[in-house]
């Protein structure tokens, strides 16, 4: 089977078990929900800058929820069967499109509930949704790669956070830059930089994860 054979199985196989037990992606959205409700007891109004930062970081915390589990709920035993059937690029490029794809219908999720709770203005409508859609790429693409690095360790959890703080911090702000300048409704031209950032960022992890992960999976 080709590499791209192999991915289609892999996601596949993901999206089966995910489906068969509902569990996790219920718990994360309940998380979602409940805690854009709790924000609108709490606050009421916010203003717009608010408005944006609360977003990001209740589609943060989601995201870390969502995909720590990548790697760390998979067995030894079946971690060896994967390593007998597929190559190490067929199982890090499924883990990342399958994640891509939880955290951008989590995404739709979150910003049309958060939307219909905190009525505010955007004033680019398309253009932030760019932004959530580049933002769930990019939460996907680095916590999948970090979530496979802390896996390999005893203490996972706690190493996952000390790799993600020095990536993550940079990549919020230019991700609450670019969505500001959508929600005021700026010249599109303004966040072409902050988008160039955002991508060159996407490409150099998901190249670095291909080019590391087979030595981690040896391993």
């Known amino acids: 089977m080709n590499l791209s054979g192999q991915v289609k199985f892999l996601v596949r196989k993901d999206i089966v078990l995910e489906w068969r037990s509902k569990y996790a992606f219920n718990g994360i959205l309940l998380y979602v929900v409940s805690t854009i409700f709790v924000c609108y007891l709490s606050f009421k109004r916010v203003d717009p800058i ?56 989590l995404s739709a999720i979150a910003i049309f509930f958060y939307a219909l709770v905190f009525k505010n203005q955007i004033g680019d409508v398309w253009f932030y949704l760019l932004a959530v859609f580049i933002g769930s790429l990019s ?63 996407n490409i150099i992890v998901i190249t670095v994860s291909l080019l590391l992960f087979p030595f981690l999976w040896r391993d």
């Open 50 to 105: 608010t408005w944006n930062a609360l977003f990001w970081i209740i589609m943060l915390f989601a995201s870390v929820n969502a995909i720590a589990k990548s790697f760390m709920q998979e067995s030894k035993g079946r971690q060896l069967y994967y390593y007998s059937l597929t190559s190490a690029r067929a199982i890090i490029l499924s883990k990342i499109i399958y994640n891509v794809l939880l955290m951008l219908l």
């Open 139 to 201: 939460f996907a693409s680095v916590f999948t790669m970090i979530s496979g690095i802390a896996s390999k360790a005893s203490n996972s959890g706690a190493l996952m956070a000390v790799l993600s703080f020095p990536v993550i911090i940079p990549l919020l702000i230019v991700l609450i830059k670019f969505s500001k300048n959508a929600m005021d409704g700026l010249d599109r031209s303004v966040s072409y930089n902050e988008i160039g950032v955002l991508l060159a960022i």
